[in-house]
């Protein structure tokens, strides 16, 4: 039998449809995230909403093997040409696009054609990692960094050509003035509240972050925000990278995510009688992130690109440590000002980037934090120093397979994951692997520069 309701959510979408046409809306972009981290897309006049809530739109099986490269792996799951998913628009999500007068947005969750969930989307995945954090009375709020090069569409592979100036330089955002308020306004029009924005340290780099939500939303907000960004900098004669390494040579863009614990209104991750403030059950949560650090780079950095990025000394986060405001440990306590660290303090996961699909990303870690805490699990010692000057230091895993065989071997995270998305990830991985991993540097950045 089918999940969905398929009269109410044609009544529904009939109405959210009244709204749009009202608001000059003649199109909605309908969009999942695949298994290589690439927002797909398919749109359906507004006259047709209602059809697509209550009855999806259709889409290939095969999009689940696709790299982001669009050539299509082989593996276990794999039915080829054969089989049809539906999209089905999130009405609650969708929102008119300021920066595309005409159109409308909304993320899709993918169902079989007898109405049952896909075990392969990803945004399901996250609802489910939320709803069991939820069944023990917690909650997370989460928000990804987004980092950006920006160039000139007549000189895209120059990223000083957009914003020539020092790092965090007032010279390069002046560069850009115009376009970063036209960029702030239509975010904040389409319900994304943008905490700061500015200038980073790679040549022709920013930064935007955003407020912390529910973390399917936060994955919503990452998508919408990331395509915003693409369709505003194209408008101003821009280009805009979120390649992890857009030159071999260069400081990469890296995918950030901020996540917090909260038992209702309380912040866990503040106030405690732990280190630094840490109540048990945040250390515990954290602690389960950073012991699976080596298989959540498969999901946080999927991609054989991601692995130029994580060098020592860049604050990419590439030994395992953790540490207080430590921007060189890949898990980053952030406690933040004295007075406002009951609603500001967070961990900070620094070794994840762009290429990675933001709803296996929040999913990911809400179960290896779930799996910490599960186990009581407890933080080592802290390191206050860069972790790549001590002797000891471990690093991280330093390629795509290194992290995939960590990954396979996590039982926490392939058993949430389930069978079929837990393996079909790691043959897309292998795919990559196989497609790109004997790429020289320059050559693999040029292929991957515009992708995600």
């Not at 059809?51 to 696709?66: E, H, K, L, P, R």
């Not at 969750?109 to 069944?135: F, I, K, M, N, V």
């Not at 943008?194 to 407020?211: D, K, M, R």
């Amino acid at each position: 039998m089918s999940q969905l309701d398929r009269a109410e959510l044609a009544q529904q979408g009939a109405i959210r449809a009244d709204g749009l046409r009202a608001a000059g809306v003649e199109l909605v972009a309908l969009t999942f995230v695949d298994n290589s981290g690439i927002a797909r897309v398919k749109a359906v006049p507004v006259d047709r909403l209602w059809s697509a809530a209550a009855w999806g739109v259709g889409a290939s099986n095969s999009f689940d093997f696709f790299l982001a490269t669009d050539d299509i792996a082989d593996g276990t799951y794999s039915r080829g040409p054969v089989g049809d998913l539906r999209l089905h628009p999130d009405l609650d999500a969708l929102v008119p696009l300021a920066a595309q007068p005409g159109w409308a947005w909304a993320p899709a969750r993918r169902y079989d054609q007898e109405g049952q969930p896909h075990p392969q989307d990803a945004r399901a995945l996250a609802a489910t990692a939320t709803a069991r954090l939820a069944s023990l009375g917690y909650n997370a709020r989460t928000a990804f960094e987004i980092e950006w090069v920006l160039t000139a569409a007549h000189a895209p592979d120059d990223p000083r050509s957009a914003a020539a100036g020092p790092a965090y330089g007032y010279a390069r955002l002046s560069a850009q003035a115009s376009y970063l308020r036209v960029l702030v306004s239509t975010l904040a029009a389409q319900g994304v509240a943008v905490e700061q924005i500015h200038p980073e340290y790679a040549a022709g780099q920013f930064e935007l972050s955003v407020a912390a939500g529910d973390p399917v939303r936060a994955a919503d907000v990452a998508v919408l925000t990331r395509e915003t960004i693409r369709t505003v900098s194209a408008q101003h004669g821009l280009r805009a990278s979120f390649t992890p390494k857009f030159s071999p040579d260069g400081v990469g863009n890296g995918g950030h995510v901020h996540l917090s614990l909260w038992d209702g209104d309380r912040n866990l991750c503040a106030g405690g009688d732990g280190r630094f403030g840490l109540t048990a059950t945040a250390e515990a949560f954290g602690a389960g992130i950073f012991s699976r650090l080596p298989a959540l780079l498969a999901v946080g950095a999927p991609s054989v690109v991601s692995y130029l990025r994580l060098e020592p000394h860049h604050w990419a986060g590439v030994f395992s440590a953790w540490g207080l405001e430590n921007r060189e440990a890949p898990l980053r306590l952030v406690q933040g000002p004295a007075g406002q660290r009951d609603r500001a303090a967070n961990f900070e996961v620094k070794c994840f980037d762009l290429t990675a699909n933001p709803y296996l990303v929040v999913a990911a870690l809400l179960f290896a934090g779930l799996a910490g805490l599960e186990t009581s699990s407890t933080l080592p010692e802290p390191v206050d120093v860069d972790p790549g000057t001590l002797p000891d230091a471990v690093r991280l895993p330093t390629s795509l397979a290194d992290a995939v065989a960590a990954f396979e071997a996590d039982t926490a995270l392939t058993s949430a994951f389930g069978a079929e998305l837990a393996t079909t990830l790691m043959d897309v991985r292998r795919g990559e692997i196989a497609r790109l991993g004997s790429l020289p540097p320059d050559e693999l950045c040029a292929l991957m520069r515009y992708l995600h």
